[in-house]
Every structure is written in C-alpha cells, then in structure tokens.
C-alpha cells in the first residue's frame, strides 16, 4: 500500500511556507547564534522582505523543495527543511534545517521533520543520495544526523573562523539503501 501521510509525522508535519511565516522567520534570522549554526557566511540580520525573495526563489525553483515545519493540529511555524540544489540526473539533492526557537531544540522536533523530508526525498523524488554540511561546533546536528544514519564522508578542515578560532565543517551523505525509513 502507498503511503498517503507523506507530509505528517508523530510529532511535526511539512506544510508550504506563506508570507504570513515571514515575521516569525525574520525573528529567528535576527539570532546570531542561530545563524552561526546555519550559515559560513557573515552573520547578518535580514529582514521580512530579504527573506520573502529567499522564499519567492525557493518557491520558483525547479529544483528544491522548501517546507514549514509545524506541530501536527497547529498552524504556528517551528522551523522550515529544504532540499536544494537537487541535481535530478544525478539523484542527488543538499538538505538544510532550522528550527528557530531554542526552547523547540532537542524535543524531537527536528528528527521528526528529518524523517518525513527523507521519506519524501527518497520515496516521492526517488532521488539516491541525500548530503548536508555541518560545522563542527554544531554536536547537535550531527548526533541527529548520525542516528539517521548519515555517513561521516569527509571533513573540509579549518574551513570555518570564528572568534579567533578556525573549525572543520564535516560532510554527511545518506543513501537511498542505507535509510530505513
Ligand atoms: C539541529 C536541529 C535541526 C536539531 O533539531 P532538534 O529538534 O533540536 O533535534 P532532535 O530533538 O530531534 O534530536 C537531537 C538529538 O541530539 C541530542 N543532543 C541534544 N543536544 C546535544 C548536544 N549538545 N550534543 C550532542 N547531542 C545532543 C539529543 O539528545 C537528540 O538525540 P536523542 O533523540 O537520541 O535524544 C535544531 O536543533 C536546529 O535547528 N538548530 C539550529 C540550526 C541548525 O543547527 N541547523 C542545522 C545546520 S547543519
């Protein structure tokens, strides 16, 4: 039997992102700590408009696929998951995650909406191979990412310099045979 819940999961479900989201996502791109988990470039804060284009490009885009991430029976935004720079002949896509308010960290929120964006990515795109990097810095996100069963594949070393120090950001990939779903 197809699966007909793509976009719901136990604790999260996937819906597009609306202008009335950009308030919310302009308050987290207004949080340096945030930003430095997210972005190698310059951290910078950005506005409602800076982030509508960002959602108007990503929305346009032929080869990606950006989703809010919301609690299952309510409409408030907890972060957003895209699937980028999807290279169709190829099967393979770069994902990104956010999940904006520290106090949603470490709740399951992000796992939740990892599973259904792979479920997606590989189930509905039938893409063959997933990749993302991450900084160092960020144990989070890679513990997350490593009980999903991403791939440590290599380390860009010193790539990052922040306050003085120079940190490795790490390459993951995640195969269609190796996701269980
Ligand atoms: C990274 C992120 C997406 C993870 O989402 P989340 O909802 O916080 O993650 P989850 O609660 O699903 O899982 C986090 C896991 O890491 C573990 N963890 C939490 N803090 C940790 C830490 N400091 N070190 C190591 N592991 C940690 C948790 O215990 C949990 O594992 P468990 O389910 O086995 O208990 C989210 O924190 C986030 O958006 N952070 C800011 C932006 C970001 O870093 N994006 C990713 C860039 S690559």
Do not use: C
């Not at 604790?11 to 190698?40: M, Q, S, Y």
């Not at 999807?86 to 909406?113: F, P, T, Y």
């Not at 191979?129 to 070393?157: C, D, H, P, S, W």
Request: net charge negative; glycine share 12%; aromatic share 12%.
């Amino acid at each position: 039997m197809i699966a007909d819940n793509l976009f719901v999961g136990d604790r999260v479900r996937l819906t597009a992102i609306t202008k009335e989201d950009l308030p919310t996502l302009a308050r987290w791109h207004n949080d340096a700590g945030f930003l430095r988990l997210l972005d190698a470039r310059a951290a910078k804060p950005q506005t409602a408009d800076e982030l509508g284009k960002w959602l108007d490009d990503a929305q346009r885009s032929p080869n990606g696929y950006l989703f809010a991430i919301r609690p299952p029976e309510l409409d408030d935004l907890l972060g957003w998951i895209e699937l980028d720079g999807i290279l169709w002949n190829q099967g393979v896509a770069w994902l990104g995650i956010g999940i904006g308010d520290r106090g949603h960290w470490g709740q399951g929120i992000g796992g939740g909406a990892l599973r259904l964006a792979l479920n997606f990515a590989f189930g509905e795109l039938n893409l063959h191979r997933v990749q993302l990097t991450v900084f160092a810095y960020n144990e989070r996100a890679i513990a997350l990412y490593e009980k999903l069963g991403f791939v440590r594949e290599g380390v860009y070393r010193e790539a990052l310099h922040r306050d003085g120090q120079r940190y490795d950001m790490v390459l993951y990939g995640l195969l269609r045979r190796e996701w269980a779903g």
